[in-house]
């Protein structure tokens, strides 16, 4: 049976845990393929919030296997924090798995990535100092620590002793810090591998068997293609393949297993840390969008940089993914503005242009240029039926389809698992029940 991938097609924090966790109600499993804990996907119950770092969304479903794949980058401490924090809430954890290929972050890597901002000063790309993009870094260049490491204490002895050799001459040397101690970590995450033994499997065999035994398989992305390391606004970005190519290296199948590209995108724009970000908002309607949206961080709480939809990098991220159905969140959000913009191209000095640029990424002169809607400016939040919205809403949303040539399957227009419009109900029940 042909699986389904749900992907962010912006810079993050577009709702894909409530969609995954909506989704997840008729998947046999669902797998997490790429990034670290550095990002958060959170799920309204009622009045329970439960936001996850590492383990895929899924797991508030007791029957659904949740893996987390080959291509993410794992710390064991807040790892174990999390399952630790969803049974105290009293969801099952039983069947959460953990790659055995996947790689470590170690507590270096954390600490690399906090001296590595603090060097670089006003050009940051403002991290969430979690130790990710060392952690790849590692990963690249050979000489990282993977989850099977762990469970050979000769062998973990014998990396992390060169590891933290050669880290302390950067930490040391380069960034005038104090050492780290071997002892010390060797015993932490010793501990670390008692704890999660019991998890680790060889996640791709795991995975084909379930395809071939015709089980519904769900991959869940991290971040979003605007933070992609190949496509992203480069240098701004994470240090893994957001995009649905991620799926097969970081999940170990072929291209020949996947169907439904399902992206999701926010009825506006938001983005956490710096970068370009071509349709910002400077004053009232972005206290407005962030207060109503509460646009803070899911990992630091820092509050988001808002602004109106770009239409240009979606589209773009559409290309990219592949995706060949649209899910729109948070439409409540824009209920209170009279005027609702969106970016249809962008203006570089006196040129327009009508693509995304590949030099975006360190070029802040790209403004958008944008077509003006009249907002609806009622509550949408208790509808559940597309013909009841507002006819302004609904011509917002047509000008999205019409713009991306992608139809939109479903309407987010609220945190809750059940706030939802789905539009394409007969494709809905076909695939998802």
């Known amino acids: 049976m042909p699986s389904n991938v749900i992907v962010g097609l912006q810079w993050g924090?577009?709702?894909?845990?409530?969609?995954?966790?909506?989704?997840?109600?008729?998947?046999?499993?669902?797998?997490?393929?790429?990034?670290?804990?550095n990002s958060g996907h959170s799920i309204h119950i009622n009045d329970r919030h439960f936001v996850l770092h590492s383990i895929p969304s899924g797991i508030i479903y007791s029957y659904v296997n949740c893996i987390i794949g080959p291509g993410v980058v794992i710390d064991p401490k807040y790892l174990i924090k999390e399952i630790k924090?969803?049974?105290?809430?009293?969801?099952?954890?039983?069947?959460?798995?953990?790659?055995?290929i996947a790689h470590v972050i170690m507590p270096y890597h954390r600490l690399l990535d906090k001296y590595q901002e603090e060097y670089l000063g006003k050009m940051s790309i403002g991290t969430t100092h979690c130790g990710i993009g060392p952690a790849y870094a590692d990963k690249i260049g050979r000489i990282g620590i993977r989850i099977i490491d762990l469970m050979d204490k000769n062998l973990f002895r014998i990396k992390l002793k060169k590891n933290i050799c050669f880290k302390n001459k950067i930490i040391t040397k380069i960034y005038k810090k104090d050492p780290i101690s071997f002892e010390d970590i060797y015993e932490e995450y010793i501990e670390y591998a008692k704890i999660i033994h019991h998890r680790i499997i060889d996640a791709v065999y795991k995975i084909h068997d379930a395809f071939y035994?015709?089980?519904?398989?769900?991959?869940?992305?991290?971040q979003a293609t605007l933070l992609d390391i190949n496509y992203g606004t480069y240098p701004y970005v994470t240090t893994s393949s957001c995009s649905t190519g991620g799926v097969c290296t970081g999940?170990?199948?072929?291209?020949?297993?996947?169907?439904?590209?399902?992206?999701?995108?926010?009825?506006?724009?938001?983005?956490?840390?710096?970068?370009?970000?071509?349709?910002e908002i400077k004053g009232d309607e972005n206290d407005i969008i962030r207060d109503e949206g509460d646009e803070y961080g899911?990992?630091?709480n820092r509050p988001r940089r808002c602004g109106w939809l770009d239409l240009v990098s979606l589209k773009y991220s559409c290309m990219i993914n592949?995706?060949?159905?649209?899910?729109?969140?948070?439409?409540?959000?824009?209920?209170k503005l009279k005027v609702i913009k969106v970016?249809?191209?962008?203006q570089y000095i006196e040129k327009i242009i009508k693509y995304f640029p590949s030099n975006i990424g360190v070029n802040d002169d790209i403004k958008g240029v944008y077509i003006e809607f009249p907002g609806w400016e009622k509550k949408i939040s208790h509808i559940r039926d597309y013909n009841n919205l507002p006819d302004n809403c609904k011509k917002y949303i047509k000008f999205i389809e019409y713009y991306l040539n992608v139809k939109i399957l479903l309407i987010s227009v609220g945190p809750d698992r059940t706030q939802n419009i789905i539009i394409n109900k007969h494709f809905f029940e076909k695939i998802f029940s």
């Open 251 to 279: 999940s170990g199948i072929p291209p020949v297993f996947l169907k439904n590209f399902i992206g999701i995108a926010k009825a506006y724009c938001t983005r956490v840390g710096n970068g370009p970000f071509p349709t």
């Open 298 to 300: 899911s990992t630091t």
């Open 213 to 222: 035994k015709g089980k519904k398989i769900l991959f869940e992305g991290a």
């Open 85 to 100: 924090n969803l049974e105290f809430f009293g969801i099952k954890t039983d069947k959460i798995y953990i790659s055995n």
């Open 343 to 346: 970016c249809t191209k962008y």
């Open 322 to 335: 592949g995706i060949n159905h649209l899910i729109i969140t948070k439409l409540d959000v824009l209920s």
């Open 13 to 37: 924090d577009e709702g894909k845990g409530k969609i995954t966790d909506l989704l997840s109600k008729n998947s046999d499993y669902v797998i997490r393929y790429q990034g670290g804990n």
